[in-house]
């Protein structure tokens, strides 16, 4: 019985280490080790590999990121666990990267950047965090850790989502006839939704025509949720103030894409929150007791869903 870790030879060495203290019957195989195919039980990888049939002992695929829209749920042999990366050091650099966006946005960092190259000093209107109201599309876990940081700013925190929830200070909203009354009063739109169907090119010219006049966006989505022409066009037009993007579509941006040098546009390289293999490794090992003791899954991807 064994685990096959598909990624980096750094960050295996890691989980072996972890997993020779935690589950200590498991062997770990490295991508790059020759691996006898019927023993893997236990799969943690970006994307699938070409063909699962390879391994026809496979109980659980482990995703090494927080997405799972790399992999076709659908065509998952059925018997076959998706689960996706749910674990402590992901989270923290979420709650960090949101707040940073958020606060950047809030305190008009793209257009003082814009005003430090042309060499301009020159203050904006300023308003408090309490008269600046954040918007979550999405509310699954990363969105709810995140929101939980910027409670003590006293920013007013809403979020919309596909299904109800509730969540304590917030105000929540859900399905797609409470979304206009949601991004009607959402000052900054925060978008932490997992890619599916249903929100491919969610974030497009109707959907901004729907926020506040000088909204701000970031998102740390996926890429192909955001219509980028219409973004360009959004910000051109006052609609947008401005946007904050860790992803695009394509990845990378294309060396002549518009949005690179747009002022009113920061973008970093999918780097918001990455795995970590201390906290990852200890996450995996736990679901795997669980899988063992016949318990619930921790990150189980509903295959009907998405997500
Ligand atoms: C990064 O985008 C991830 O899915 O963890």
């Not at 996706?84 to 950047?113: F, K």
């Not at 309490?130 to 509310?139: E, K, N, V, W, Y």
């Not at 201390?278 to 921790?298: F, K, P, S």
């Amino acid at each position: 019985m064994a685990f096959l870790f598909n990624s980096d030879p750094e960050r295996g060495a890691i989980f072996r280490e972890i997993f020779a203290s935690l589950l200590p019957d498991l062997e770990v195989f490295q991508r790059d080790d020759d691996v006898p195919p019927e023993q893997i039980r236990y799969l943690l990888t970006w994307s699938a590999p070409e063909d699962l049939t390879a391994y026809p002992n496979l109980e659980l695929l482990f995703s090494i990121g927080a997405g799972v829209d790399q992999f076709n749920a659908e065509t998952l042999p059925p018997h076959v666990k998706l689960i996706r990366m749910v674990e402590d050091g992901l989270i923290r650099m979420m709650q960090e990267y949101v707040t940073l966006g958020v606060l950047a946005l809030h305190r008009d960092l793209p257009a003082y950047q814009d005003h430090q190259r042309r060499k301009l000093w020159q203050s904006l209107p300023a308003r408090q965090a309490t008269d600046c109201r954040i918007g979550f599309l999405g509310l699954g876990r990363l969105a709810q850790a995140a929101i939980e940081r910027l409670k003590p700013f006293g920013f007013p925190l809403a979020g919309w989502s596909r299904s109800e929830k509730q969540i304590p200070g917030v105000r929540c909203f859900h399905g797609a006839a409470q979304r206009p009354g949601f991004l009607a009063q959402t000052d900054i739109l925060v978008c932490l939704l997992p890619l599916t169907a249903q929100t491919r090119g969610m974030l497009d010219q109707d959907l901004f025509a729907q926020l506040p006049r000088g909204a701000r966006l970031l998102q740390v989505g996926r890429g192909p949720q955001l219509d980028q022409t219409a973004l360009l066009a959004a910000l051109d037009n006052g609609q947008l103030a401005a946007a904050m993007l860790d992803v695009t579509d394509p990845e990378p941006l294309p060396q002549d894409h518009p949005l690179w040098s747009h002022p009113k546009v920061t973008i970093t390289p999918h780097i918001a929150s990455v795995t970590q293999p201390q906290t990852a490794a200890r996450a995996v090992a736990e679901n795997i007791r669980r899988h063992r003791a016949g318990q619930d899954l921790i990150g189980l991807v509903d295959h009907t869903r998405g997500y």
